[in-house]
């Protein structure tokens, strides 16, 4: 206290400005009149589609974040040297904090201004990544923090790490996830040199994170759990919260470890608290709750978070910012696998309108939002309609990029299943094997592949092909329980598929224990997907040898489709006529009850 009196009383008489007014010749360093027709310039002479729609967004999305820097800067200045409210030791960490965003945005600015194709089309999303301004108007009470060295050669070893992880922070932003990597690779050292602790947390932070983006998820749970050490060594709660949520992620989502995540997530969210955080954070954290949930196969919690996330960003960001955005896009489809279609397909919508409003009629983000569209009029068995959406998909795909690539795989994995449903095999096959090549192509361990492998297999099922489809299969149950364990609905999936080929060759024996545990599966998870769950249902049903198990199973098929809708009239149908040859309608005491229609965790 006695130094923000030191403080005050050094500025007494002054008026505000004459004191905190140089806010603004040091944001112009970082964005000016200069750096906006370099970007203008820039963006005209792209070759993307979109950059047209795009510049004005980015030059916005500047301008916000530069006013709220300027707010920030003078407010804690005033509460400093004017008002007397505050330590000139807090004054000096948030100026370093500012000085750090300030380098964020610089660094940014360097690769929009000359970025490829593939810079432009992510130029909105980086801009949103920025860090938020008033973060460094939240920053702990004095004494929270470890003091920053005051002695110049710490200070500019300092510097230099802040400026390098700056950089990092603006390719990875930026799509440049290799040349970020590159980057961070060597600040680890630096900042270990520097020997200030929060800092070596950070570096740790970012690293571990480019890790986790270019797939070396070891290596990157391993970095961002010494961020934590460092981060408790600082007393910096906001880096340890940022690094729990991304170590919650890799070991969570990544690598399947859902539990452990979710104690992770619960620490991330003591963190926050007590290092006054933003609203934003905590979405993020509530949209790696969903994630990792999701991951685990509760449906039904993971859509609870991200409609908390999804209105808790919206209130703070608004409705167009890309964090909103994401957030809408992963409620959208875990409706769909809750059954909530009609609820998915408005929700999806809304977000392909807000994005085509954001971004352009021809950007990458609405080639996945119209596949999940189609993808959620498949799960109402409107097949032809799922694949019109798909082709729209592609159509703007093969608009933005001149080959195909990684965006085109979803595409063409889901045209793939419509296709097959439509009975058009030999198109569905060569849609899917584009998808997998593409895959291979970029990295052979990419876990879609599980999913491509899946579908081929289902195909040739469906194809009568069994000689091929039952030993796929069966390597495929192998493959998912290494990727995800025992329980995931991945696995349940399959274990359907060779069931039904085991069936389909007379093969009942073989058919009665997979389809047993796929619906053992599916009845633990909190939020089964309804007419997976269904088919499974029906398939044990055809092979159980006690007839009035048999009937009940079938019954409890039906009702579940009945419940989904008159999409699976077909579906419902060949059920109904099952049980007409098979004993009849339920007898006294073998009626379905609402209980069995409801996952036992739901």
């Known amino acids: 206290a006695g130094l923000a009196t030191v403080g005050h009383a050094a500025f007494q008489g002054a008026t505000d400005e004459e004191v905190c007014g140089g806010a603004e ?12 027709e370099a970007l203008a310039n820039h963006f005209g002479a792209s070759a993307v589609v979109s950059a047209g729609a795009l510049h004005p967004r980015v030059q916005q999305g500047l301008d916000d974040w530069s006013e709220a820097w300027r707010a920030v800067h003078r407010e804690a200045c005033v509460a400093t040297r004017i008002r007397g409210e505050r330590s000139v030791e807090l004054l000096d960490r948030q100026m370093i904090c500012l000085d750090t965003l300030a380098g964020d945005a610089s660094a940014l600015i360097d690769i929009l201004e000359t970025g490829d194709d593939a810079v432009i089309l992510r130029s909105v999303r980086a801009v949103a990544d920025l860090p938020d301004p008033p973060t460094c108007a939240k920053l702990a009470p004095l004494g929270a923090l470890a003091p920053v060295p005051t002695d110049p050669v710490s200070r500019e070893q300092l510097q230099s790490v802040n400026e390098g992880l700056s950089r990092a922070h603006a390719l990875r932003s930026a799509g440049r996830r290799e040349a970020a990597r590159e980057v961070a690779s060597t600040l680890v050292d630096g900042a270990d040199a520097a020997g200030y602790a929060p800092t070596q947390a950070r570096a740790r932070a970012v690293a571990g994170l480019l890790l986790a983006d270019t797939g070396d998820f070891d290596a990157a749970a391993a970095l961002l759990a010494q961020a934590v050490t460092w981060a408790d060594t600082g007393r910096d709660d906001l880096t340890r919260a940022r690094a729990l949520t991304t170590l919650a992620l890799v070991r969570g989502h990544q690598q399947g470890a859902t539990a452990e995540g979710l104690r992770l997530l619960d620490q991330a969210q003591a963190a926050l608290q007590r290092g006054g955080g933003s609203d934003r954070q ?17 449906h039904g919690r993971a859509l609870a978070h991200y409609e908390a996330a999804h209105n808790l960003a919206r209130e703070v960001l608004g409705e167009e910012h890309p964090t909103t955005l994401r957030i809408l896009s992963n409620q959208a489809v ?5 059954g909530q279609v009609d609820r998915a397909i408005e929700d999806q ?32 068995g ?23 690539g990684p965006t085109h795989v979803e595409v063409y994995g889901n045209m793939g299943r419509s296709l097959t449903e439509l009975g058009r095999r030999d198109e569905a096959r060569d849609s899917l094997n584009k998808a997998r090549k593409i895959l291979e192509d970029g990295d052979p361990d990419d876990y879609r592949i599980l999913y491509i492998d899946t579908f081929l297999a289902q195909l040739e099922v469906a194809s009568g092909n069994h000689e091929a489809a039952r030993p796929a299969l069966e390597d495929l149950i192998g493959r998912c329980e290494e990727q995800y364990g025992d329980q995931h609905p991945l696995l349940a999936e399959v274990l359907v598929g060779l069931g039904n080929a085991h069936l389909d060759v007379g093969a009942r024996d073989e058919a009665r224990p997979v389809l047993e ?25 055809r092979v159980h040898d006690d007839p009035a198990e ?25 059920i109904d006529e099952w049980l007409d040859v098979h004993g009849g309608p339920l007898r006294p005491g073998e009626s379905v009850t609402e209980l069995e229609l409801k996952s036992p965790a739901g």
């Open 349 to 380: 919508t809304r977000l392909l309108v807000l994005q085509t409003r954001v971004l352009g009629e021809s950007h990458p983000d609405l080639v996945g939002t119209l596949t999940n569209i189609g993808n959620s009029h498949s799960r109402r």
């Open 382 to 404: 409107e097949h032809a309609i799922a694949f019109q959406w798909e082709n729209k998909a592609l159509a703007v795909a093969n608009r933005v990029f001149a080959r195909p």
């Open 282 to 298: 905590r979405a993020r954290i509530l949209l790696t709750r969903g994630i990792v949930e999701d991951t685990a196969g509760h």
């Open 517 to 541: 545990r796929a619906v053992g599966m599916y009845r633990v998870m909190e939020t089964a997907e309804p007419v997976s769950q269904a088919t499974a249902e029906f398939a044990l049903a």
């Open 550 to 574: 048999a009937r009940r199973l079938a019954a409890v098929s039906s009702a579940r489709l009945h419940a989904v809708g008159p999409t699976t009239a077909d579906a419902m149908k060949e």
């Open 25 to 36: 010749a040091e944001l112009q360093a970082v964005w000016n009149d200069s750096r906006r």
């Open 334 to 338: 875990t409706l769909g696998i809750v």
